[in-house]
């Protein structure tokens, strides 16, 4: 069954508030199973608002509309859906008293422009609203179902849980399902080309593909005449593709590479410590964004070359002789750290993020990694592209992919011969 | 004259991914004078977006469309807009070869779906991409002006500003003006409070509010009869604007909070170091995101308690009496890191940023600062709001301010005993 999405505000339009409401209700109603067909945002304009709904009520079963239901002049809503039904604006008097109750609770005085809120479309039914003054409603424009909610997100979430869902599953059949695979390592482009071919060898299926630099989402969706199908479809080709795309696949769901690279720490019962000069903390930042104290020490920021002597007891003939960007000076510094920290595995990176700071011989994006373990200690040197954010960002993944490789002792270079491009 | 937008994306009507694209076009066409009839979001569906492409055509003199010239099989704007034009899809030689030799740079292998993205509607007019490998193309849709880019934001903003904005410029009829205004230390509520009742004072001032935790910009966007007229009132506005909010302005425009932080210290000629404990990294990372190095030296992340007294010498006597987030830690670790990197003036963070590990005594939250500089040492205490991700972000910021407000003396404690609210 087909749903459809209409978001009306001005601020919207003009780019001042960025809707969120639509993807909500999108996401909702693509877990109940609906087909999202289109999201709109028109202004707070009725002939806008009149002509959305029509176009929307005879393309999909299902529309959910969030927005201009307020108390203010230029709340619109309830007045359009009236015009597309061709009926007048009527008090609903429950509504009106509860308003009124939640007035007087609030110690407030009502205004007139309040009781304006509880005039809905005559046939309309009201969906109560516990958080917030103004009443949803509910009609059928043609054949669509049609919902009216409050725009603010904490009311719209309220009458979707309170009214809308209720409602909509029991005309919803779920005959679909998806897994979503987590990759790092190949470009959008190699992951397509690994899986051509699969969506002919399977009916009903789609392959998303979803680019969040540096990593690339792979979706696998199946719709099937029962869920159960559906599932079990899912899971075989999802199989398929991490066979095909091998190492790159590190997670499913909601993983993160970074939580990725702490479970293979966890596994070997090492703690990380790192020491950063281009990436400037962000290795850290990234495996600290969520609780990491059982795989992570600490490090060292090293952004000048002062510090890397200094914190780290990098020595200054190594510095001198070859330069803060060198294999010699990325081994000093992991090895530097890893007695530092005490830890059991280090890692280092020093590069030239850019933009300037380049030279022929060392151009911007050349990239050294180094990582010290109990086996020893190995340097990885490669040229990134992009722009200072991007080469900063990869050049944190391919160090912390080198640290989960050296922990999972998959030595696969492939993996990271490819990791470097867009 | 009338604008739309239209974003591509599976992802997008499935809510996997919020549309961000959207509000961004439909800010950046209203910035240049146009009405932004209605934003629409589209599935991945050759149908739905010929569809959409007629509709939208039909109602605006303009049309920006972002999303579907990737290189997988999902991928379907360009044949699309050509089915919609009633034209073959053609090869573009120029992108062809622009995409050949950006692979080229890049050492990598050009793969054969990478050619299916220089494949142009006949007619259309490429443009070209810096920032990716899929150039954008432009085409008439009967009257209608119609711009293709890819959905990644970065390519799309660049070929906003090399192609798009350019090209509208000349057909728009400019009269606005907008002045951005940068604020961090101010919650939204209490922005939008400090300057109720100026629009009220200037005919044609819309004041436009942009949260990005933690910051909040101010847009403020005049609509004259002529644009000296709305430039001459936005900037009387900018200054009322400035007035009012105080020290909370940090900047204008395209500047960035680390920016004005690296200002600060490099106006007293001092070179910054950090010891950051619950923020992880976050700290360098911010200070890193542009050039920093006449500013910045480095630093530590010391999570373990190992680290502080191994990387930091942090007496162990004092972290078992006070615990690591204490007052006499925070302390000892600014004063460790300045030694250690001999810098001018450092900063420490250590707290609680959670879900776990919060205590009735030292709750989630609760943050400690150290600023050790020429004149001394001070230590800051507040127990933030928020998830932890808000936790870590507002704490490297707060530590931020303090440090530029030490390097401005400007010690302005008012500011910051708001910064930490909502």
Known sequence: MTAAVLCIGTELTRGELADTNGPWLAARLTELGFQVARVEVVPDDEGEIVAALRRLSERASVLVCSGGLGPTTDDLTAAAVARALGVPLVCHEPSLEAIRRRFERAGREMSPSNSKQAELPEGAQALSNAAG??????????????????????????????????????????????????TFGLPESAVGEKLAGLEEQHAGLTLGYRASFPEVEVKVHVSATSQADARQTALVVAEEVRVRLGAAVYGEGGDTFPLAVGRALRSRGWRLAVAESCTGGLVGHLLTRA????????????????????????????????????????????????????????????????????????????????????????????????????????????????????????????????????
């Open 133 to 182: 003054t103004a009443p949803g409603f509910a009609a059928f424009i043609g054949d669509c179902r049609a919902y009216f909610t409050p725009g603010v997100p904490r009311e719209l979430e309220h009458l979707w849980e309170a009214h809308i869902a209720p409602r909509l599953r029991s005309v919803a059949v779920v005959t679909s399902h998806q897994v979503r695979l987590r």
């Open 291 to 422: 609780p990491a104290s059982d795989f992570f020490v600490g490090g060292a920021i090293v952004y000048a070359n002062s510090a890397k002597t200094r914190i780290l007891g990098v020595n200054e003939e190594t510095l001198r002789a070859h330069g803060a960007v060198s294999p010699e000076v990325a081994r000093a510094m992991a090895e530097g750290i890893r007695r530092a920290a005490e830890a059991d595995v280090a890692l280092s990176v020093t590069g030239i993020a850019g933009p300037t700071g380049g030279t022929p011989e060392k151009p911007v994006g050349l990239v050294h990694w180094a990582v010290a373990h109990p086996g020893g200690t190995s340097v990885t040197t490669r040229v990134l592209t992009g722009d200072r954010g991007q080469i900063q960002r990869l050049a944190a993944y391919v160090g912390l992919s080198l640290v989960r490789e050296i922990a999972l002792e998959e030595r696969s270079s492939s993996l990271l011969r490819v990791a470097t491009s867009g």
